[in-house]
């Protein structure tokens, strides 16, 4: 490895994962999507277990996104379904001392009314906890949230209660899902695809992306230590010299 440094010293403070792959790693074996996305699932768990090993303090995951509704409609089931099936697991584990936290970002209102429950409930579970806090991007789109957050401000002017001038890029970052988090210092992508897909795209001004020829269901924890490794030799600037 090039950089020696023992893992938990210098991590990133927010890891972004677009989990990329599953459908073609299902094809590859001649198994329908589904498979590859039950697979990725797995993959998600043992990352964020890994993560939260590590002292990782945010992890973002893209886990479906506002352009996903054109799937066929088995195949968004399944993935709802999945979802379901890991928040069961968490709330069932709820007394676990991992302390990871899960939050859930994105338009819920879109979202079957037992799966809006259930992310009310788990994210009402993490509320005293100071671990790991997991972002699962549901129903996201970057364009969307900000589309969201320019609303929210318009209210807002409507009402007297802000002037136009008082917007500025604090007061919309505010007004975004991930408010009160730090920006993604660190977005992986798996599967060879080197674009964004309208992934934290006002968070990721600054990002380092790391782009790793795996599909999701083979990720490891080895991918993990490799992209922090890569990201550790970049020099960040933020527009400085
Ligand atoms: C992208 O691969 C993956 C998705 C759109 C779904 C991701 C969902 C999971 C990993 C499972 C559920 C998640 C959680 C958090 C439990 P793709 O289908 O676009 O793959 P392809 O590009 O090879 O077709």
Known sequence: ????????????EHIGIIMDGNGRWAKK????????????????????EYCSKIGLHYLTVYAFSTENWKRPKDEIDSIMELLEQYIDDAFAHR???????TKFIGDMSALSPVLQEKIARIEKVGEGKQ??????ALNYGGRNEI???VKQLGEKIKSGEISPDQIDEQS????????GQPDPDLIIRPSGEERLSNFLIWQAAYSEFVFMDVLWP??????????IYTFRQRNRRFGGV
Not at 95 to 101: E, G, L, M, Q
Not at 172 to 179: A, C, E, K, S
Not at 220 to 226: I, K, M, V
């Open 1 to 12: 490895m090039a950089n020696n440094q023992p893992l938990q010293t210098d991590l990133p």
């Open 29 to 48: 074996r001649g198994l329908p999507r589904n498979y590859g996305h039950r697979e990725g699932a797995k993959t998600f768990r043992k990352i964020v």
């Open 95 to 101: 007394n676990k001392d991992d302390n990871v936290r």
């Open 131 to 136: 671990g790991l806090l997991v972002n699962v």
């Open 147 to 149: 589309v969201h957050a």
């Open 172 to 179: 919309i970052g505010n007004h975004l899902y991930t408010v």
């Open 218 to 227: 083979d990720f490891t924890s080895d991918h993990l230590d490799q992209a």
